[in-house]
């Protein structure tokens, strides 16, 4: 079964620095999505990408937040200058048109 | 706006009863997603259902949709052990973004 791949499972990094987190979406899916969850918290979205640019972006996804696909496969969340309540798992999702997402393991990012 | 919110945010029962969680929305919506997620882990697709479908099975699942309550609910039926896991629904908005209500944290005693 079609998989959608994260890197790295687990990020441990200083308040300030920059962290990128990546995904490997399914092939031939047309949308993707960033997802955060602050522990014990609901499931929120980030920013959606169609059509190699952002479709829509929650008020979340500030200034210190942005997204690529530099290579047309790997999709990136880069976050610039991390802060202490960034701490959470980010989920990449992917989907094709009108269908389920399928989500990614997810990458948790704890930043001291 | 808050979009899908389920209720009961939390439900305990015995192994061999049913499930019931229910959501509300308060947009127009493409479709209705329903996942589960284990704790700490990634969100596992369970059942989508069209705002032109009433009911949907698969398995041991029911998934109901009302878009004039603009409501949903997802029934497990003979509910197992494995089962406990978190319960979100997700909205499938006319732009293509899905957004999820609070969760369902389901614990099935055995």
């Known amino acids: 079964e079609p998989e959608v791949t994260q890197t790295p499972s687990h990020q441990v990094t200083q308040m300030g620095q920059e962290v990128i987190l990546r995904c490997v979406p399914i092939?031939?899916?047309?949308?993707f999505y960033w997802y955060r969850q602050i522990l014990g918290q609901k499931v929120e979205f980030l920013v959606s990408f169609y059509n190699n640019e952002i479709s829509e972006k929650s008020e979340i996804f500030d200034d210190q937040f942005s997204v690529e696909r530099p290579d047309g496969s790997n999709f990136t969340l880069k976050i610039r200058s991390t802060k202490l309540e960034d701490s959470a798992m980010y989920f990449c999702?992917?989907?094709?048109?009108?269908?389920?997402?399928?989500f990614g393991q997810g990458t948790r990012l704890t930043v001291v | 706006s808050q979009q899908g919110e389920e209720d009961p945010q939390a439900l305990s029962i015995q192994e061999g009863e049913n499930a019931t969680m229910n959501c509300s929305y308060k947009t127009s919506i493409n479709n209705l997603q329903w996942y589960r997620q284990n704790s700490g882990r990634g969100l596992v697709h369970l059942i989508l259902i069209r705002s032109n479908e009433r009911e949907k099975h698969s398995g041991r699942l029911r998934v109901t949709l009302d878009t004039s309550k603009k409501s949903s609910s997802l029934l497990i039926t003979a509910s197992r052990a494995a089962d406990t896991a978190s319960y979100f629904c997700?909205?499938?908005?006319?732009?293509?973004?899905?957004?999820f209500g609070q969760g369902t944290t389901l614990q099935v005693k055995p």
């Open positions: 999702a992917t989907r094709g048109m009108n269908t389920e997402a399928f």
């Open positions: 092939s031939n899916h047309l949308y």
């Open positions: 997700a909205t499938d908005e006319k732009t293509g973004k899905l957004i």
